[in-house]
């Protein structure tokens, strides 16, 4: 198993339009991501969200631990959890990669939280 780190770049400042990352696929290794996106904020907004889909089509199973960003002071990997009725945002140490399946963050799910 190898260990993925994540280096989210956008083309666009981060302000109030859809920042696409890259309508397009990037690989390394087997593993490609595309289908990335964000939801547009206000120029003020100090935090922001960013989805995804990786692939992992490399001989065996992956793990993407980190990820970073010039436009964030921090970044981290967040899903979200049903806690007594309440959507709630976790931090997630690891994603694990499995072969041969796609790993989609989207809204309600498995995200990358664009912190500062
Ligand atoms: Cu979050």
Do not use: C
């Not at 049903?82 to 963050?105: C, N, P, S």
């Amino acid at each position: 198993m190898n260990s993925i780190r994540l280096l989210i770049v956008f083309l666009f400042p981060f302000f109030p339009i859809i920042a696409d990352a890259a309508n397009e696929t990037v690989g390394l290794d087997g593993l490609l991501v595309s289908k990335s996106w964000s939801q547009a904020l206000p120029a003020v907004a100090k935090n922001g969200v960013a989805y995804l889909t990786i692939e992992n089509n490399s001989p065996g199973q992956e793990k993407l631990i980190s990820a970073s960003s010039p436009i964030a002071e921090r970044v981290e990997i967040h899903s979200h959890q049903h806690v007594d009725g309440v959507m709630k945002m976790r931090k997630v140490e690891h994603v694990d990669l499995v072969q041969g399946t796609a790993t989609i963050f989207e809204p309600g799910g498995l995200h990358v939280m664009l912190i500062g």
